[in-house]
C-alpha cells in the first residue's frame, strides 16, 4: 500500500508566454501605432499595444505613431505601408511580405 501521495507542481518559466509576433513571424519589427509590425511582414493579433510595450517612443527605430488606416488606393494594402484592406464583409486584412494575408484584430 502506498502511504502517501506525492504532489507534483509544475510552473512555466517566465519565456513560455507568448509575445507578439513571437514563433514564424521572427519577432517585432516595429510598431505602427498600437499594432506590432513582425518581422515577416504580418501584423500580430496581440491585444498588447505595441508602443506601451516597447517603451514609447524609446522603443523602436523607424516606429511610427500613426495607427493603421484603411489604403487610399485598394491594391496598395501593404501592412509595412501602415495600410489595411477593408474585405467583403468588413474585415480588415493587410498584405505580408510573402503576399499573404494578415488579419487584424476588431
Known amino acids: 500500500m502506498l502511504a502517501g501521495c506525492v504532489v507534483f507542481t509544475f ?6 508566454t507568448n509575445t507578439p509576433c513571437s514563433g ?25 499595444n505595441c508602443v506601451a510595450y516597447v517603451g ?11 495607427e493603421m488606416s484603411p ?9 509595412r505601408s501602415g495600410q ?9 486584412n493587410c498584405i505580408t511580405d510573402n503576399g499573404g494575408k494578415s488579419y487584424l484584430r476588431n
Open 71 to 79: 489604403a487610399s488606393v485598394p491594391d496598395d494594402c501593404s501592412c
Open 11 to 16: 510552473s512555466l518559466p517566465v519565456s513560455a
Open 84 to 92: 489595411f484592406c477593408v474585405g467583403p464583409r468588413g474585415g480588415h
Open 56 to 66: 514609447g517612443n524609446l522603443g523602436l527605430i523607424g516606429s511610427e505613431q500613426t
Open 24 to 48: 514564424h513571424k521572427g519577432g517585432i519589427a516595429y510598431c505602427q501605432g498600437s499594432t506590432f509590425i513582425c518581422n515577416d511582414g504580418s501584423v500580430s493579433a496581440s491585444k498588447k
